[in-house]
T-cell receptor, first 115, second 113 residues
């Protein structure tokens, strides 16, 4: 099993450009998440999905859109990139989110720089 | 305002000694807590968790302690090994909203041989 994979690993964008980050998991997990990590701060939840065809806003959703057309994939889109979106983006998945024994499995991250 | 705080950005410990990483939270509704470990260029990996019905949970060299009245948890690593050198994040959630985890900013642990 590859676990959670993210594409691309690195990207540099100019202000105003758009891009899509792809997250894929092969663990048949229902729940998927997108986080961003900035220096001196913890991971902050951008959007999440509780199943195929569903999405919901997290803590910092502005400037991002997501889609979950297939259970194994969760896409994060930036329509018009801004320098404030320079960050490391992590995708995660979990089997369920209603159990004290559940945990999230993370991808390796995408480092995005917006100039 | 961060609801989960790790006030020590870094910690250096000698191999074989105890490492103690601390985490404070402000939301009294949090009742599930986790620690993650992160190596450079990798995603965080789950280490250990604790629910609020317990005040201690052990897994090998790793023990998490929870003090609900102080809104404080700590991770003890005994004995510390050089391979434990990593960034450690604590995270917290409410049991009625497991979808949302709130993470601390991390503590970078360096275990010296």
């Amino acid at each position: 099993n590859a676990g959670v994979t993210q594409t691309p690993k690195f990207r540099v964008l100019k202000t105003g450009q758009s891009m899509t980050l792809l997250c894929a998991q092969d663990m048949n997990h229902e729940y998927m998440y997108w986080y961003r990590q900035d220096p001196g701060m913890g991971l902050r939840l951008i959007h999440y999905s509780v199943g195929e065809g569903t999405t919901a806003k997290g803590e910092v959703p502005d400037g991002y859109n997501v889609s979950r057309l297939k259970k194994q994939n969760f896409l994060l889109g930036l329509e018009s990139a801004a320098p404030s979106q320079t960050s490391v983006y992590f995708c995660a998945s979990s089997y369920e989110a209603g159990s004290y024994t559940d945990t999230q499995y993370f991808g390796p991250g995408t480092r995005l720089t917006v100039l | 305002d961060q609801q989960v705080k790790q006030n020590s950005p870094s910690l250096s410990v000698q191999e074989g000694r105890i490492s103690i990483l601390n985490c404070d939270y402000t939301n009294s509704m949090f009742d599930y807590f986790l620690w993650y470990k992160k190596y450079p260029a990798e995603g965080p990996t789950f280490l250990i968790s604790i629910s609020s019905i317990k005040d201690k949970n052990e897994d090998g060299r790793f023990t998490v302690f929870l003090n609900k009245s102080a809104k404080h948890l700590s991770l003890h690593i005994v004995p510390s090994q050089p391979g434990d050198s990593a960034v450690y994040f604590c995270a917290a959630s409410e049991s009625n909203n497991f979808n949302k985890f709130y993470f601390g900013s991390g503590t970078k642990l360096n275990v010296k041989p």
